[in-house]
């Protein structure tokens, strides 16, 4: 679907020109996404433009309820932010739903048109327009009458030349960057956490361990200090038994000397 992004000022006659001389170059727009200030001249226009869109062309040409700031009009740098996020809302929207996007930057204030050719070469929309009459007369009676066909022949259609790069992209690497810089930290945060708890449970275990030796080591030298009472014990015995087998042995050895002296 071809569909026309366009300012609105007080002139809603500047959006059925632009579909007029788009349709002289044999490209039907399909579709109509107004951006514009919450004025209540502008949105009157709206509902002016809102009848020739659905009674002048055939088929009618469909259109979304106005994309519009708050303010009545663009006096501060805020003003001038919210109309470019309107602006990129509307972009995204249709470019996510597959549509080709026509932006025109015709209507509004000169602050409107800047801010839509720059939103226009930020977010990849390669078919940036301008409309104008090109005879003064024929202008001046236009806007006098306040007509909203003029003859074809005194519309020209302004192409701004793309940027050579897909800006649209550099601003996605840029967001992911950012978000980048916000989660290194809170990664780097959680890894530092991670080490801790993990010296944390190693130092525990090192503590465990430590107490376990040294209940290991008491137990060791009580087993030791057993164990020599009863081998000092049974040495002891050892000695006494050996005495009185040498003595038995040494009687045995009398007897039968004696013995065997008598014979």
Same mark, same amino acid.
């Given at each position: 679907?071809?569909?026309?992004?366009?300012?609105?000022?007080?002139?809603?006659?500047?959006?059925?020109?632009?579909?007029?001389?788009?349709?002289?170059?044999?490209?039907?727009?399909?579709?109509?996404?107004?951006?514009?200030?919450?004025?209540?001249?502008?949105?009157?226009?709206? &509902?002016?433009?809102?009848?020739?869109?659905?009674?002048?062309?055939?088929?009618?040409? &469909?259109?979304?309820?106005?994309?519009?700031?708050?303010?009545?009009?663009?006096?501060?740098?805020?003003?001038?932010?919210?109309?470019?996020?309107?602006?990129?809302?509307?972009?995204?929207?249709?470019?996510?739903?597959?549509?080709?996007?026509?932006?025109?930057?015709?209507?509004?204030?000169?602050?409107?048109?800047?801010?839509?050719?720059?939103?226009?070469?930020?977010?990849?929309?390669?078919?940036?327009?301008?409309?104008?009459?090109?005879?003064?007369?024929?202008?001046?009676?236009?806007?006098?009458?306040?007509?909203?066909?003029?003859?074809?022949?005194?519309?020209?259609?302004?192409?701004?030349?793309?940027?050579?790069?897909?800006?649209?992209?550099?601003?996605?690497?840029?967001?992911?960057?950012?978000?980048?810089?916000?989660?290194?930290?809170?990664? $780097?945060?959680?890894?530092?956490?991670?080490?801790?708890?993990?010296?944390?449970?190693?130092?525990?275990?090192?503590?465990?361990?430590?107490?376990?030796?040294?209940?290991?080591?008491?137990?060791?030298?009580?087993?030791?200090?057993?164990?020599?009472?009863?081998?000092?014990?049974?040495?002891?015995?050892?000695?006494?038994?050996?005495?009185?087998?040498?003595?038995?042995?040494?009687?045995? $050895?009398?007897?039968?000397?004696?013995?065997?002296?008598?014979?």
């Amino acid at each position: 679907m071809n569909v026309l992004i366009t300012t609105l000022g007080g002139s809603p006659a500047v959006v059925t020109e632009t579909i007029d001389a788009f349709k002289k170059k044999n490209i039907s727009i399909e579709k109509v996404v107004v951006v514009c200030t919450n004025n209540k001249y502008v949105l009157r226009g709206f &509902e002016d433009l809102k009848k020739h869109l659905k009674e002048d062309y055939t088929p009618p040409i &469909e259109y979304s309820n106005p994309m519009y700031i708050e303010s009545d009009d663009i006096r501060t740098p805020e003003d001038n932010q919210e109309f470019m996020d309107k602006l990129y809302e509307a972009i995204e929207k249709e470019k996510r739903e597959g549509n080709d996007i026509y932006l025109s930057i015709a209507g509004g204030r000169k602050t409107m048109s800047a801010l839509a050719a720059l939103a226009g070469q930020l977010h990849g929309v390669s078919k940036v327009y301008h409309v104008i009459i090109n005879d003064p007369d024929i202008e001046s009676e236009v806007i006098k009458n306040k007509e909203f066909h003029p003859d074809p022949k005194y519309l020209t259609l302004i192409r701004f030349p793309p940027v050579p790069i897909d800006i649209s992209q550099l601003t996605q690497d840029v967001k992911k960057m950012e978000e980048l810089r916000e989660t290194l930290p809170r990664a $780097s945060y959680e890894a530092v956490e991670k080490i801790k708890k993990a010296n944390k449970e190693f130092f525990d275990k090192l503590e465990r361990s430590k107490k376990y030796m040294a209940v290991v080591s008491i137990c060791s030298v009580i087993a030791i200090a057993i164990l020599h009472t009863f081998l000092a014990k049974f040495v002891e015995e050892l000695e006494g038994i050996i005495v009185m087998v040498i003595l038995c042995i040494a009687m045995i $050895s009398v007897g039968y000397l004696a013995t065997k002296s008598n014979v």
